[in-house]
């Protein structure tokens, strides 16, 4: 089983940026992939971006294209998740997991966050208009 804790969450303003770590304890399997959620208020847990293990192979949601990066730092067992050009819709909970991975060919595929397991106790990110 691992553990993970999520940080870096805060109030920012539209346009603004904010870095968020998601801290891994225990092993992770080489083919799974760890995964940032956001859960909006009132309103399902839905995937925003998930990355191999490796670190080679991404997915974004398209809300999250050209927006937010997610990188994987080996050596500190830890996922960032790079937000920029906040909007108020990302306002809510975000979360980090992991899971089985599933591949097309040489895509990363997001298949929803019932395979996803391990959740983290979440950090909340609010966005000002």
């Known amino acids: 089983e691992v553990q993970f804790v999520e940080s870096g969450g805060g109030l920012v303003q539209t346009g603004g940026s904010l870095r968020l770590s998601c801290a891994a304890s225990?092993?992770?399997?080489?083919?799974?992939?760890i995964g940032w959620f956001h859960q909006a208020p009132g309103k399902e847990r839905e995937g925003i971006s998930i990355?191999?293990?490796?670190?080679?192979?991404?997915w974004y949601a398209d809300s999250a294209k050209g927006r937010f990066t997610i990188s994987y730092d080996n050596a500190k067992n830890t996922v960032y998740l790079q937000m920029s050009s906040l909007k108020p819709e990302d306002t809510g909970m975000y979360y980090c997991?992991?899971?089985?991975?599933?591949?097309?060919?040489?895509?990363?595929?997001?298949?929803?966050?019932?395979?996803?397991?391990?959740w983290g106790q979440g950090t909340q990110v609010t966005v000002s208009s």
């Open positions: 997991a992991n899971g089985p991975s599933t591949y097309h060919g040489w895509t990363l595929l997001y298949t929803g966050p019932e395979r996803f397991h391990d």
């Open positions: 990355i191999s293990k490796t670190g080679g192979y991404t």
């Open positions: 225990g092993f992770i399997f080489d083919d799974y992939v």
